[in-house]
């Protein structure tokens, strides 16, 4: 046996779950109150990044969100499911370099 025969080639996950709703963009959730219902992270096909998927409420409507934002992806990892639902807002860090998860005022 090589060396080569133990080597799987990854193959890119595809989510398994179903989001309803029609996808939306970031442009249309930047900086607005959104609730977070569901996600998953798979890998994208293309890409082969890890990719962020958003079951979110948006206006009282169940739209998805994706995207390939690592600090959204990374936060989420770590996210208690038990506290699904929650409300957010996703907008840029202080230097405008990556999207970020920020508190919303009640």
Not at 2 to 24: A, C, H, S, W
Not at 26 to 43: A, K, M, S
Not at 69 to 83: Q, S, V
Request: glycine share 4%; aromatic share 12%.
């Amino acid at each position: 046996m090589r060396m080569n025969d133990l080597y799987e080639i990854e193959t890119p996950r595809q989510i398994e779950k179903t989001f309803i709703g029609t996808r939306v963009s970031t442009d249309e959730i930047l900086n607005r109150p959104i609730e977070i219902h569901d996600f998953e992270i798979g890998l994208g096909k293309k890409s082969k990044n890890r990719l962020l998927y958003c079951q979110i409420r948006l206006n009282g409507e169940y739209r998805f969100y994706w995207t390939e934002a690592f600090k959204l992806i990374n936060k989420l990892e770590r996210t208690n499911r038990a506290k699904l639902p929650f409300i957010t807002k996703i907008g840029w860090d202080s230097e405008q370099k990556y999207l970020i998860f920020k508190r919303v005022k009640r």
